[in-house]
């Protein structure tokens, strides 16, 4: 049995899963600043647990290429699951679109973009049935995709398209247009202390017609949808897999990305490629981290 471990969006997922795909056991911990290991070691005792199985072989999903494990948690880790072997480590947007292709939206295709948005914007990329990293394993680093030609600060800490559509950044502009002197209702719940406003609400406050929550997520479609549509015109997949808060809020972001990507694609080529919602929530990078273990050489 093996075990994927994703830290990737604020929450220590970890799966149990077998050779058929099958997810034996879950558990989760909420991430908190500077306890890590902790959060982790929580959530794989309590998936261990529910399995009931000696797990073989483990890997860690982390937010960007180029992540290490923490040293704590590596050392955690082999306490914990002291039969199996040191534990992998992979990108979470390369375990996901890996995750894809084995148990979820794309079983079959040989060539696909899993992009997703939540905390952090992560990408995975599978070219010719294999997992696609690029020369210096950091392919798929699409939150530094550049959309705006506007230089901003956080465009230079954290990158274009993730200041703009991971779930801080869609807070920080509809923030950003209260402040200026829109109205929302989310500027009315908390006490009106703008810093608890989460993507959720703004979410929320679209699918009830609130006019500024309204504007807030149709500009995040047209964010994702042009970084699509920069991804297909480069890669050409057969299909684009979507995750994260984008999967989850599908029902107010689906179409609109459909209808952003394909205006800026050529017909044929818009006709042809399939965007589509990830049917694997929250546990697809953990998934996928647990899949690259037998993948490895």
């Known amino acids: 049995m093996t075990l994927g ?9 970890a799966v149990i899963v077998n ?3 099958q997810v034996l056991a879950r558990g989760e911990h909420l991430l908190a600043a500077g306890q890590t290991a902790a959060a982790a070691t929580a959530a794989v005792r309590r998936a261990v647990a529910g399995a009931g199985v000696t797990v073989e072989r483990a890997a860690v999903a982390l937010p960007q290429p180029g992540d290490v494990v923490p040293g704590d948690l590596d050392a955690a880790l082999r306490d914990l699951l002291p039969g199996s072997a040191a534990p992998a480590t992979v990108a979470s947007g390369v375990a996901a679109v890996v995750a894809e ?14 992009l997703s948005a939540g905390e952090h914007v ?6 010719d049935g ?9 392919a798929g680093s699409v939150g530094w995709l550049s959309l705006n030609p506007v230089e901003r600060e956080d465009y230079r800490r954290l990158g274009g398209l993730e200041a703009e559509v991971s ?16 109205t929302s209702v989310v500027s009315q719940r908390h006490g009106g202390d703008l810093s608890r406003i989460t993507a959720d609400e703004v979410f929320q406050g679209a699918r009830g017609g609130d006019g500024l929550c309204v504007s807030v997520i149709r500009d995040t479609a047209r964010y994702i ?9 480069t890669l050409d997949p057969q299909a684009i897999v979507l995750g994260g808060v984008i999967a989850s809020s599908g029902d107010v972001l689906l179409e609109s990305i459909r209808l952003e990507c394909g205006r800026r694609l050529p017909h044929a080529q818009a006709e042809r490629l399939r965007i589509v919602l990830s049917p694997l929530g929250g546990d ?6 647990a899949r690259m273990t037998s993948l490895s050489p």
């Open 130 to 138: 294999k997992p696609w990293t690029g020369t210096y394993g950091m």
């Open 284 to 289: 697809a990078a953990a998934i996928g981290a």
């Open 167 to 182: 779930a801080r950044g869609i807070v920080r502009r509809i923030v950003w247009r209260i402040k200026s002197g829109d």
């Open 122 to 127: 992560t990408c995975g990329i599978i070219l």
């Open 225 to 233: 949808g042009m970084a699509l549509s920069n991804l297909a015109a």
């Open 101 to 114: 292709h084995w148990c979820g939206a794309a079983r079959g295709l040989t060539t696909l973009v899993a």
């Open 5 to 13: 471990l994703d830290l990737s969006d604020g929450t220590a997922r």
């Open 19 to 21: 050779e058929h795909a």
